[in-house]
């Protein structure tokens, strides 16, 4: 099998692509790359469970490091905007590019779990992940991809969030 990088957001996510992945005869490298979580005890607890999918599924997992000054300044002036507006697209240029830079490392191809999200365009994430070479077009909400890593992350006992990520997220599920 050849290998890839999954940019991973979270274990439940993932769960659903490495299957599609290894039905294309590819095995995944997890690549935790979310600056953008918040708090830091979250961004440790979704590890946690990437770290346990991991195990499970015996692939590779590697955490990147938590950086949130620095991709707060990246979405400056976009706090206030809704959920899948322009935060969220230089939030996904900002892993992405972090998943890129690993793959690249690695001379391997990258791809992402965001896809899997019905709350995020994945005509949106394409036009991000397209501004980097070898960039891998996988739609995994497709064939009902979101349900089946909900039936995953049960069956395998992850943790399942209940806000995307960032504080802004955060605050805007509190108010709901
Ligand atoms: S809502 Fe989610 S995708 Fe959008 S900026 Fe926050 S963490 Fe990133």
């Known amino acids: 099998m050849d290998k890839c990088v999954l940019h991973t957001c979270c ?8 299957y599609v ?6 095995k995944p490298v997890l ?7 918040s708090p830091f005890e979250e961004f440790v607890r979704r590890w946690e469970n990437v770290k346990k999918l991991a195990g499970i599924l015996g692939v590779e997992a590697v955490c990147d ?3 949130h000054e620095l991709w707060l300044e990246a979405v400056k002036g976009h706090e206030t905007d809704p959920e899948g507006g322009e935060r969220c697209r230089l939030c996904f240029a900002f892993n992405l590019k972090r998943a890129y830079e690993f793959a690249s490392a690695r001379g391997l191809e990258f791809t992402t779990s965001l896809t899997v999200s019905p709350y995020k365009n994945s005509k949106t994430l394409f036009e991000v992940g397209e501004a980097f070479p070898n960039f891998l077009k996988f739609d995994f909400k497709k064939k009902d991809g979101y349900k089946h890593s909900v039936e995953l992350s049960k069956e395998y006992g992850l943790y399942r969030q209940n806000y995307c990520g960032c504080e802004f997220s955060l605050s805007q599920r509190e108010k709901e």
């Open 21 to 26: 992945l290894a039905d294309a005869g590819k």
């Open 65 to 67: 490091h938590w950086d």
């Open 11 to 18: 274990g439940p996510c993932a769960s659903h692509c490495c």
């Open 31 to 37: 690549f935790y790359s979310n600056s953008n979580i």
